[in-house]
């Protein structure tokens, strides 16, 4: 699609899918109350499957304007680190039997979730955690969970400050309070229903575990009265109008409504989809102006438009065999010759401009020196085989996906320095 075709679509927020078993097949959904909010604030939502593999292909889910991650299983402990040994093997037991639904561990869901979350990180793109969201988002920046609240956060907590984080018999009914910090988003979009100089509101909750270490970049919004983080937010990456949001909050103001109605608790509960929503469409609008404003390279004549073509040709085919090892393809001489007479007859090139000709293998003139260069290269080939053969899936999958982005950059990169080259010598 040509880069002004852009500005006709909508933008587009990710949102992973969770598993569940109907009818003895697996089915991935996602809760509509996010589809709806997504859809109503102008942006469509992009479901991401949780297939196996998935993680691998997510370069395939571009153009990405936004990233919404909410619900799911407990989240592998070896992705932050937990001390597990400080529950038992009867506690960790009772933990599973008291949250089934969640303690089964879905590996694919994590290196998918956790690739997405790394990848607005890097680009800045808006990223809304609910719940699981939230504490993929922290964990992806380093920080740690507790494995369970119960067992391990409650019971240093003095008894009348402990929280009840989930209820299974009264699941959506449940509230409990949570204290509002100040000059934070939540504070701005819950101001009218603060009462006075108390800064609680009551949040629902359906969470065993939660934020035991927050990452160093994030700033807390809220707590229970147990002291466990509720809701955080990157303050560097919060400003909705210039396209950025970074933000997890641990409670589900989507699901925050009276009991058989679509009315919010608070009319502020739809405003971190609202605000989110505003980052998304501000970061599309960035990322096309940043496609459509290619600055007009030199108009040539056909003939030295045609010149210019052959001699980056010349180029390009030398990069690929010095990178490829097949220096004795005599039926390319021709063509390479174009290149290596650019490169002697042009006093005009300058120094610098020629160590970087020759460091891309524009020409392969000194055969001996080549060889020994492609030796180098197969013992460093050897060498990173076997690394890579140490690496795991995920890592090796992150690996693949930076170098094929880094690979991106370097080919545009390249045409346009040997283009301004060529434009520098016949102007």
């Given at each position: 699609?040509?880069?002004?075709?852009?500005?006709?679509?909508?933008?587009?927020?990710?949102?992973v899918?969770?598993?569940s078993?109907r009818?003895n097949?697996?089915?991935?959904?996602?809760g509509?109350y996010?589809?709806?909010?997504?859809?109503?604030?102008?942006?469509?939502?992009?479901?991401?499957?949780?297939?196996?593999?998935?993680?691998?292909?997510l370069e395939?889910?571009?153009?990405?304007?936004?990233?919404?991650?909410?619900?799911?299983?407990?989240i592998?402990p070896?992705?932050?680190?937990?001390?597990i040994?400080?529950?038992?093997?009867d506690?960790?037991?009772?933990?599973?039997r008291?949250?089934?639904?969640?303690?089964?561990?879905?590996?694919?869901?994590?290196?998918?979730?956790?690739?997405?979350?790394?990848?607005?990180?890097?680009?800045?793109i808006p990223?809304?955690g609910?719940?699981?969201g939230s504490?993929?988002?922290?964990v992806a920046?380093?920080?740690?969970?507790?494995?369970?609240?119960?067992?391990?956060?409650?019971?240093?907590?003095?008894e009348n400050?402990?929280?009840v984080?989930?209820?299974?018999?009264n699941?959506?009914?449940?509230?409990?309070p949570?204290r509002?910090?100040?000059?934070?988003?939540?504070?701005?979009?819950?101001?009218?229903?603060?009462?006075?100089?108390?800064?609680?509101?009551l949040?629902?909750s359906?969470?065993h575990?939660?934020?035991?270490?927050?990452?160093?970049?994030?700033?807390?919004m809220?707590f229970?009265?147990?002291?466990?983080?509720?809701?955080f937010?990157?303050?560097?990456?919060?400003?909705?109008?210039?396209?950025?949001?970074?933000m997890g909050?641990q409670?589900?103001?989507?699901?925050?409504r009276?009991?058989?109605?679509?009315?919010?608790?608070?009319p502020?509960?739809p405003f971190a989809?609202?605000?989110?929503?505003?980052?998304?469409?501000?970061?599309?609008?960035?990322?096309?102006?940043?496609?459509?404003?290619?600055?007009?390279?030199?108009?040539?004549d056909?003939?030295?438009e045609?010149?210019?073509k052959?001699?980056?040709?010349?180029f390009?085919?030398?990069?690929?065999?010095y990178?490829?090892?097949n220096?004795?393809?005599?039926?390319k001489?021709?063509?390479?010759?174009?290149g290596?007479?650019?490169?002697?007859?042009?006093?005009?090139?300058?120094?610098?401009q020629?160590?970087?000709?020759?460091?891309?293998?524009a020409?392969?003139r000194?055969?001996?020196s080549?060889?020994?260069?492609?030796r180098?290269n197969?013992k460093?080939e050897?060498l990173?085989?076997?690394v890579?053969?140490?690496?795991?899936?995920e890592q090796?999958?992150?690996?693949?996906?930076?170098?094929?982005?880094m690979?991106?950059i370097?080919?545009?990169?390249?045409?346009?320095?040997?283009?301004?080259?060529?434009?520098?010598?016949?102007?």
């Amino acid at each position: 699609m040509a880069a002004g075709d852009l500005s006709v679509i909508l933008p587009r927020v990710l949102i992973v899918s969770r598993r569940s078993v109907r009818k003895n097949k697996f089915v991935d959904f996602v809760g509509e109350y996010h589809l709806d909010l997504i859809v109503n604030y102008g942006a469509v939502p992009v479901i991401v499957p949780r297939v196996t593999g998935v993680h691998m292909m997510l370069e395939s889910f571009e153009p990405i304007h936004g990233v919404l991650l909410c619900e799911g299983e407990d989240i592998d402990p070896s992705h932050y680190e937990s001390d597990i040994a400080n529950l038992s093997a009867d506690e960790l037991e009772e933990i599973r039997r008291l949250h089934a639904s969640d303690t089964a561990v879905d590996r694919e869901k994590d290196a998918i979730e956790l690739g997405l979350a790394k990848l607005c990180l890097e680009r800045n793109i808006p990223y809304l955690g609910i719940c699981r969201g939230s504490q993929i988002l922290n964990v992806a920046c380093g920080g740690t969970l507790y494995q369970d609240i119960g067992k391990e956060h409650e019971k240093h907590v003095p008894e009348n400050q402990r929280v009840v984080h989930m209820d299974y018999d009264n699941y959506d009914g449940h509230r409990h309070p949570v204290r509002i910090v100040e000059n934070t988003p939540l504070e701005q979009w819950f101001s009218d229903s603060l009462d006075g100089g108390r800064k609680d509101i009551l949040v629902n909750s359906y969470h065993h575990q939660g934020v035991k270490r927050l990452a160093q970049r994030f700033v807390p919004m809220a707590f229970a009265a147990d002291g466990l983080i509720e809701g955080f937010y990157d303050p560097d990456a919060y400003n909705p109008e210039e396209g950025k949001f970074i933000m997890g909050l641990q409670f589900h103001p989507e699901r925050m409504r009276h009991q058989d109605s679509d009315e919010f608790d608070y009319p502020g509960c739809p405003f971190a989809y609202k605000e989110f929503a505003k980052a998304v469409i501000a970061y599309q609008k960035k990322l096309n102006n940043s496609l459509t404003s290619v600055p007009k390279l030199l108009k040539l004549d056909g003939e030295m438009e045609r010149k210019r073509k052959i001699i980056i040709r010349s180029f390009s085919l030398a990069r690929n065999i010095y990178e490829g090892g097949n220096g004795n393809n005599h039926s390319k001489e021709s063509e390479l010759e174009a290149g290596a007479e650019f490169l002697e007859s042009n006093t005009a090139l300058s120094l610098q401009q020629e160590t970087r000709l020759k460091q891309m293998g524009a020409t392969v003139r000194n055969a001996s020196s080549y060889m020994e260069k492609l030796r180098m290269n197969e013992k460093r080939e050897n060498l990173a085989r076997n690394v890579m053969n140490k690496m795991s899936v995920e890592q090796l999958s992150d690996l693949m996906s930076f170098y094929h982005m880094m690979g991106q950059i370097c080919s545009e990169v390249l045409e346009r320095k040997l283009t301004g080259i060529v434009n520098e010598l016949t102007s």
